[in-house]
Each structure stands twice: as C-alpha cells, then as structure tokens.
C-alpha cells in the first residue's frame, strides 16, 4: 500500500553490510514499482540479483542495485572507458557491436576513492565503514579471485588538482565482482582513503586489532558509530566534504586510460549519481530485471540522461555562463586597460554587485602584483611552483613506472628531473640576487642578496648530499621536503625584502 501511486522507489536506507533483508526490493516487485538503490556490499548486491532477478523480469520491474557515487557513477566510467577502447560506439555514441579484432581489450581496473572526513554523510558512513573492516576484500587477478585482509595493500592514486596524492586501501565492494562478471575484466580492485590520514590508520589498526566477530555485529557497530560521531563532525568541519574517484584501466595492447571524477560535496555528488540512474529508469532506458549500473541495457543512456533532461541543466544560464568566461579572459589580458574596462563592463551589467565588487578586487591585486617590487614575487613563486609540481613525482618514480604512469620522472629519469629542478632554482635565486643590486628597484639589498644567497648554497649542500646519496628514494623524499622548506623560507623573507 506505501508504494501504490509511485513509479520509483529509491532504497538508501543503509548501511547494507551484514544484513539479509531485502524487503524493500521484494515490495517493490510485487507492487510492480521500479526500484534504485545504493547498495555498497558485495554480498548484499549478488543477494539481490541472483535471488530476485527473475522475480522482477517476471514481473516487468526494471531495477538499478549499487546504483550511488561509488558504487554506481564509478561503474559506468569504468563501462564508458572500456567501451571508447573497444570500439563499442558509433559516431552518435550508440552502442554497436565491434568487429572481430578491433578494440583493445581490458586487463586491469582499478577504482580508487577519496572522501574528505566523512564526508558530511553522518553515522551510517561511519557503521559501512566499521562493517567493511570485518569483511575479506575480493579482487581478481589474471582471472583468478582472492580474498586478501580488509583495509591493505595501500597505493597512492593522484587524483588531480584540488585533492591531489592521497594514500587508498583495499575494501570489499561490489563493483569488483560486477566488473569481472559483466565487464570481462580479469584484474579489478576498490580501494578507498580518507583524510586526515590518521583515520586510514585508525580503521587499519581496527581492521586487525578487533575480533571480526564483533564487526560482523550490527548492534555492537551501530553503538560504535553512535560513541565515535562527535569527534568526526568534529573533525568533518575541518576537512570538508570533498570526494573523488579515478578509475584506471590497463589494456592488453600496453595501452592505458583513466577517468576522474571530483566534487567538493559528496552529498551533491550523490545526488547528482542516483538522479541520473533514476532518470534512467523513468526514461524506459533500463529493462526488467535486477542489474548492476554497468551492464549493458539498464542504465547505458544515464551518462547522457543529464543532456537529455532539461530539468537537470538549466541552459538558460549558458549565456551568462560565457558572459564570464569572456569577462574573465579580459581581466587576464595582460592586465590591458582597454580589455580590463571590457570585462568590468560586462560584469556589472550581466551580474549582481557582489559579483562586480570580487572582479573589482580581483583587477586591484592583479594590478598591484604587476608592478615593481611585488612583480618579483609573482614571477619567483610561479618558477618555484613549476619545480615543485615537477619534483613531487620523484619520491614515487617506481610506483609509477609499475602502473604505466607517465610523468617526467618517468620518462626524464629521477637524476635528469631532480638537476634540472635545481638548476631553475638556481637560475631563479640568481636573479633574485641581480635584481637586489639595482638601486632602482627599491629592494633591501642586504636582505635580498643575501638571503637568496644563503639559499642558493643551502640548495647546492642539499642537491650534493642527493647525488652522493645516488638518488634513492629516501634521499629523494628528503630533498623533496627540502624544496618546500626553501619555499617557506622565501615566504618569510618577502615582507623585509
């Protein structure tokens, strides 16, 4: 009777783990009611396919299990990538069969997460996670299936500007056995990390020092979460609510694709994912039966369902959208009166006065860094950024040889990267020194020859005990944490020089 008058019935109602009831499910098939849920447990989600999948085809139930973020979103970046590799697409992005041969075939998939704190979700987050450090994780490799200990096997995943490395651990989630199963993929694992680190520590150390029996238990773990929540708001306040996801795929050719993905909600990020699964359901675009995110035929339209529903993207806001974007390409303009006045011009009159008030202030501090002596600081840290985002690859050259990513370190070499590092640092300390010799460019000479003197010879001592080292990895992370104490020591100098 709850469901009568409704077309879908989203189950989020979690957590999954440790838990056989799938009531939910099975009102939903006999009130013929479409159904979605965000199911994150591997045993839950096969429950619900293999025991219920004939039921709801029987029946003319179209239904979407482990249908979230992650699992869910993830699943069909994985599909999307196998399938632009594979050749599974034609030239209007409808799918269509191959011929023999063509494509590349998968070898690997990895599904690496990252949610900031808790991300704002609260106690069930928190019981998931608990339950999952009692489960084995399952992964394949080479087409045979492990069971290996719950939160290990750590691997550091960049996942891109604004969240950048962080530290992933294996968990036992759904979308790897879904992936060998429906996508054909012989190597797959999950892993997830959170921040602050010392949470990942927190849940390894649980993992291990617990009995499994008591993280099998629902009423000892609800109770666990409830006692532990204070201090994760606590903490959630600090680190915010951001999420991420990269998926990696291998092929056999060599050859090798990702995928990224990041919010700084996860709330809205999951409510973006299960809008465009229901809408995929909604649209007829999923058939009856019960089916994971990535199997062909149940939501293989959801990427497009956000560009074929209007009430998902309001495109009347394009308009304004490229208004700002031109204002901001003339604010960039080399700061050209005439561009500058342009982008002012279409602000005020396409936005709201507190808009034009942050791009009158934007325009103020890009003038006054264009100018001598603040000029200097902008070119100075921008050359000491670039060393940086080079050299911060180097601690980590292995790991990336081992899972085919390209970076400088990578193709350079750790010695060729790391001396080419220096001497732009070089170079720019020296300039540093010459303009502090120009009377009329107003710097305290002492100060900025001096200084960048010291630091130039603090560089050279380090970069000796580098090469003396032969660039291991220990000499190298040190050398890396060195770079960074040299770009807070020029921070320190900036307000005297």
């Not at 809205?268 to 299960?274: E, N, T």
């Not at 998902?312 to 006045?341: R, T, V």
Request: proline fraction near 5%.
């Amino acid at each position: 009777a709850a469901m009568s008058g409704i077309d879908l019935i989203i189950h989020a109602a979690g957590p999954f783990q440790q838990t056989k009831n799938h009531i939910v499910l099975e009102q939903a098939i006999d009130a013929k009611v479409a159904y979605v849920d965000v199911c994150d447990d591997l045993h839950y989600s096969e429950e619900s396919k293999a025991l219920y999948g004939k039921a709801a085809a029987d029946a003319g139930v179209p239904a979407i299990i482990s249908a979230g973020i992650y699992p869910g979103t993830s699943n069909v970046m994985a599909a999307h990538i196998i399938s632009i590799a594979k050749g599974e697409y034609d030239e209007n992005w409808q799918y269509r069969t191959p011929e023999a041969g063509q494509g590349e075939k998968p070898k690997l998939l990895r599904y690496s997460y990252y949610t900031a704190g808790s991300g704002g979700a609260g106690p069930t987050i928190l019981q998931t996670s608990f339950l999952l450090a009692g489960e084995p994780v399952v992964v394949y490799k080479e087409g045979q299936r492990f069971e290996l200990p719950p939160i290990s096997n750590r691997r550091e995943v960049d996942f891109g500007p604004g969240i950048g490395r962080k530290g992933v651990y294996l968990y036992n989630l759904p979308e790897c056995e879904s992936a060998y199963k429906y996508l054909g993929v012989p190597g797959v694992s999950a892993r997830f990390g959170t921040d602050p680190f010392i949470w990942n520590w927190a849940m390894w150390l649980m993992a291990r020092a617990m009995p499994r029996k008591l993280l099998n238990d629902r009423t000892f773990v609800k109770s666990f979460a409830s006692l532990s929540e204070p201090a994760v708001r606590l903490v959630d306040k600090w680190a915010g609510e951001a999420v991420a996801m990269k998926i990696e795929v291998d092929f056999e050719s060599g050859k090798n694709s990702s995928g990224i993905f990041v919010h700084r909600l996860l709330g809205q990020s999951m409510g973006y994912s299960v809008a465009g699964f229901a809408q995929a359901v909604l649209l007829g675009q999923t058939k009856p039966g019960v089916w994971y995110p990535e199997i062909l035929g149940t939501s293989a339209l959801t990427a497009r369902a956000l560009l074929e529903s209007p009430g998902l993207i309001d495109w009347g806001l394009l308009p304004k959208a490229l208004m700002g974007l031109l204002a901001l390409l003339c604010g960039n303009g080399l700061l050209c009166a005439l561009l500058a006045g342009t982008g002012m011009a279409l602000v005020a009159r396409n936005f709201g006065n507190l808009i034009t008030g942050l791009y009158s202030f934007g325009l103020l501090l890009g003038t006054v860094y264009s100018v001598p002596p603040l000029s200097f600081i902008t070119s100075f840290v921008t050359l000491f950024a670039v060393v940086i985002a080079v050299t911060k690859d180097l601690p980590d050259v292995e790991g990336d040889s081992a899972n085919n990513i390209q970076t400088f370190a990578t193709r350079m070499g750790v010695k060729t990267v790391s001396l080419g590092a220096v001497s732009l640092l070089l170079a720019n300390y020296g300039v540093a020194m010459w303009m502090a010799l120009q009377p009329h460019l107003g710097f305290n000479t002492l100060l900025m020859f001096g200084g960048h003197a010291a630091l130039a010879l603090l560089l050279a001592y380090r970069t000796a005990r580098l090469d003396a080292a032969k660039y291991s990895r220990d000499a190298i992370l040190g050398f890396y944490r060195w770079v960074w104490t040299l770009f807070y020591c020029e921070y320190a100098m900036f307000p005297f020089i």
